[in-house]
């Protein structure tokens, strides 16, 4: 399946000019529910995933009047999702971004977000160790943070109706939301357990 990168709700087209942190967008027009598009989806569908984890990551600017120690790590995160998105053995499905300065990432495993962060011969590791060394007596002016959650196949509910892909589903398998997937009990109790069919 192919990655989903997305960008803030307005989307541009890909060749637009978008901000230098954002990663380049892949975007595609079709009528099929599992090709990439931005276009509003005018049926009620529920997104399925074959991985089981999230994790959410951001930053926050305490201190805007010192660009010198902000701007770096905003910047960074473009060349790493650059980096995964060309990489489809790195495990990162897809991320869609919710505005001031928070991405969700959808990825395979824990195992490969780690491998990936830990990696010495990745971007990550590189700019990681640069913030450690920058920040090291001015922990005050940008802050980093970012949560992990495992979340195994099937104990979770994700249904769309009437908009573009977001969330969830900029990583997932779009289906149909009727039968089995059409009330959020079913989604987490009945069907969840095929959800990484």
């Known amino acids: 399946m ?27 027009e079709s009528e099929n529910l599992n090709e990439i598009s931005m276009a509003v989806i005018p049926q009620h569908v529920a997104a399925i995933i074959e991985g089981d ?4 990551i951001g930053m926050r600017i305490n201190k805007w009047w010192k660009p010198h120690k902000w701007l770096p790590p905003l910047r960074a995160m473009r060349p790493m ?14 991320f869609h971004y919710f505005g001031k300065l928070t991405f969700v990432q959808y990825w395979r ?4 977000l780690e491998t990936y962060a830990r990696a010495r011969d990745r971007q990550h590791w590189k700019d ?8 090291k007596n001015s ?26 892909r977001q ?3 900029s990583a997932g398998r779009l289906v149909e939301a009727k039968g089995s997937w059409e009330t959020a009990r079913n989604c987490i109790v009945g069907a969840g357990s095929s959800a990484g069919g």
């Not at 005050?140 to 949560?147: E, L, M, Q, S």
């Open 139 to 164: 922990r005050g002016n940008v802050g980093i943070w970012h949560d992990t959650y495992l979340i195994k196949a099937g104990q979770y509910e994700a249904i769309y109706s009437g908009g573009p």
């Open 53 to 56: 984890f999230v994790f959410l």
């Open 2 to 28: 192919s990655t989903v990168w997305t960008t803030p709700r307005s989307a541009p087209r890909a060749g637009w000019a978008v901000p230098t942190w954002l990663p380049a967008i892949r975007l595609a």
């Open 81 to 94: 999702l650059e980096e995964l998105s060309v990489d489809p053995a790195s495990g990162l499905l897809g």
């Open 128 to 135: 990681w160790t640069k913030f450690n060394r920058a920040m």
């Open 167 to 169: 969330g969830l589903a």
């Open 109 to 112: 495993s824990f195992d490969h």
